[in-house]
């Protein structure tokens, strides 16, 4: 995605039990990205609904994976975009 750790940072992160699956999804979407003439736009949505299939999570708790799948593309587009 053209990010780097810096050299204080640990190589690994912490992901928290309950944030585990939407970070398995945005993994799993990150060769989905809209580009423009300014840079990342955001993830393609398109291929969500096959990614949540896949990873078995159920209709009721798909809300609360896309909730955090934005926080984590808002996230992204702000630190590819600073290049």
Known sequence: MGLRLEEDEPE????????WQTMQVF???????NVGMNG?????????????ELH????EDRR???DGLRVM????????NKR
């Open 12 to 19: 690994h992160a912490a992901v928290w039990l309950s944030n």
């Open 27 to 33: 993994a799993d979407l990150l060769s989905q990205w």
């Open 40 to 52: 990342v736009i955001g993830l393609r949505y398109e291929a969500l609904p096959l990614v949540l």
């Open 56 to 59: 078995g999570i159920e209709p």
């Open 64 to 66: 609360d994976i896309f």
């Open 73 to 80: 593309e808002r996230a992204a587009i702000t630190e590819i």
